[in-house]
């Protein structure tokens, strides 16, 4: 088995604004609030459901192409994290430094052409 898309993560000036806009074209659901300022929204059935969430995260200067507004997290299907870590360094992906604390829950990798993403501990399960 593979990964799959958990989450899609855009920063963005105003998450709220964003998050109306977003529900109303995806018929999506405000799922979550963490307390940090950004919003969490997808398909009624939640996180690891049918589609990947959008997490709206605030950002008074939007990053440069350096840092894109935009990254995957993916989510391990039939294997815990560190596996998983294992097997995208296997297959050409890098550790990325973004500023990290290396306390988090999750582990900020790139691909062979220097794109962001992250790996979530949380396992989903297979689409199908």
């Known amino acids: 088995m593979a990964c799959r898309i958990g989450e ?3 920063e963005c000036r105003e998450p709220e604004r964003l998050a109306e ?6 018929d999506f659901v405000v799922l979550d609030r963490p307390g940090d300022g950004s919003i969490e929204i997808g398909a ?3 996180f690891g459901g ?3 969430t959008i997490i709206l995260s605030p950002r008074d200067e939007l990053s440069s192409v350096a840092t894109p507004r935009l990254h995957l997290d993916l989510n391990a299907t039939d294997r815990d994290q560190a596996a998983e870590l294992d097997r995208l360094l296997a297959a050409g992906a890098r550790p990325a430094d ?3 604390s290396d306390e988090e829950e999750w582990h900020v990798l790139q ?3 220097g794109n962001i993403f992250c790996l979530l501990r949380a396992r989903i399960a297979p689409v199908g």
């Open 8 to 10: 899609l993560v855009l």
């Open 98 to 100: 973004v500023g990290q």
């Open 50 to 52: 049918s589609q990947p």
């Open 21 to 26: 806009f977003w529900c109303e074209v995806l």
């Open 44 to 46: 009624r059935d939640g």
């Open 111 to 113: 691909d062979p052409e």
